[in-house]
């Protein structure tokens, strides 16, 4: 079974960056989309990023689009999630989960029920 860890959060003044990663466990992330999401005080969890199993192809929510790039190292089973000119608004929880099967479609990548496991969470806080 894979289990899935984030690190990488912290605090950060706006404007700053911050690099996330996720670390598998258990099985390769070989042939699996993974994502990350996050969740802020208050709201619900939302879709932040998608990257399919070789990288080649990615999708973004509007709110990270031209900030946020997500990667990934398949040799070293590894997810990654850099953030620039970070916003008190990109403030969260940030999860980072992985699901079976192909792309499929952008819709789909983007919900999250659509994944069946999860990390644990790091937390990213903004200062303005």
């Known amino acids: 079974q894979v289990k899935l860890m984030e690190s990488g959060g912290g605090l950060v003044q706006a404007g700053g960056s911050l690099r996330l990663s996720c670390a598998a466990s258990g099985r390769t992330l070989n042939w699996v989309t993974t994502a990350w999401f996050r969740q802020a005080p208050g709201k619900e969890r939302e879709f932040v990023a998608a990257?399919?199993?070789?990288?080649?192809?990615?999708s973004y929510a509007d709110s990270v689009m031209g900030r946020f790039t997500i990667s990934r190292d398949n040799t070293e089973n590894m997810m990654y999630l850099q953030m620039n000119d970070l916003k008190p608004e990109d403030t969260a929880v940030y999860y980072c989960?992985?699901?079976?099967?192909?792309?499929?479609?952008?819709?789909?990548?983007?919900?999250?029920?659509?994944?069946?496991?999860w990390g644990q969470g790091t937390q990213v806080t903004v200062a303005s």
């Open positions: 990257i399919d199993w070789n990288g080649s192809i990615t």
């Open positions: 989960a992985d699901r079976s099967g192909s792309w499929g479609s952008d819709m789909g990548v983007r919900t999250q029920n659509e994944y069946g496991t």
